[in-house]
């Protein structure tokens, strides 16, 4: 909702008044259902179902907010779903997207293909790495899928979900990552046949010194 200027002076985001009373007029008094999906830096990450649908897609949809790949590395109620939301606000230009022009020219040479260090494990399937001029990205393995609640979650129904403990060997897949991968540079690989620059979803595709490394006895 908020972010500092270069004097550190905390500043609204565009909308972010806006976005505010859209949450509070739906959520405010209104019993609803919290989904606790992971904790990150002493964070809370969960999910709000509204009586008529899951809070943080509508405010994808309305233009309020944008999908953030980190935190969606943890989201167990549907991507993909979120991810359709926020196209559909880019494509209607409502709000945060108002000024959006879709970029599909095909990037090649060094903007598809990348050695950068791998610094945090988000989940199984999701990683970030630092580029060589400092840069921060997020980026999604392609063609995997991370392991993901079977059934109805834990029977004792009074105990809140914790994702990364419950959900059997997705501890495990995390860890296996983090000791291969932290703190080494891997080559990766764009397995997108376009990448928009300016709203980058990219979603690599391993060289084969990247299966060396998670290959390795190290």
Aim: charged share 30%; with cysteine; glycine share 6%.
């Amino acid at each position: 909702m908020t972010k500092r200027d270069t004097d550190g002076v905390e500043i609204l985001e565009p909308f972010a008044a806006e976005a505010k009373f859209f949450t509070e007029s739906r959520l405010l008094q209104r019993d609803v259902q919290i989904v606790l999906e992971g904790v990150s830096n002493q964070n809370l990450l969960g999910t709000i179902m509204h009586p008529n649908g899951n809070i943080t897609e509508l405010l994808l949809k309305e233009g309020f907010a944008r999908c953030v790949d980190w935190s969606m590395g943890v989201y167990t109620q549907g991507a993909e779903k979120l991810r359709a939301a926020e196209r559909e606000a880019k494509e209607r230009k409502l709000r945060l997207w108002k000024d959006y022009v879709p970029t599909t020219c095909n990037f090649g040479g060094k903007e598809r293909q990348f050695t950068a260090k791998v610094v945090q494990i988000v989940n199984a399937d999701a990683i970030v790495v630092k580029t060589n001029d400092g840069e921060l990205k997020a980026i999604h393995l392609s063609s995997i899928r991370p392991p993901r609640m079977e059934g109805d979650g834990p029977t004792d129904k009074s105990r809140k979900l914790r994702p990364l403990y419950d959900i059997p060997y997705m501890f495990e897949a995390r860890e296996f990552l983090r000791k291969k991968l932290v703190g080494k540079k891997a080559p990766l690989q764009s397995n997108s046949a376009e990448w928009n620059r300016n709203d980058p979803q990219l979603h690599p595709q391993p060289e084969h010194s990247l299966q060396d490394l998670l290959q390795s006895k190290n």
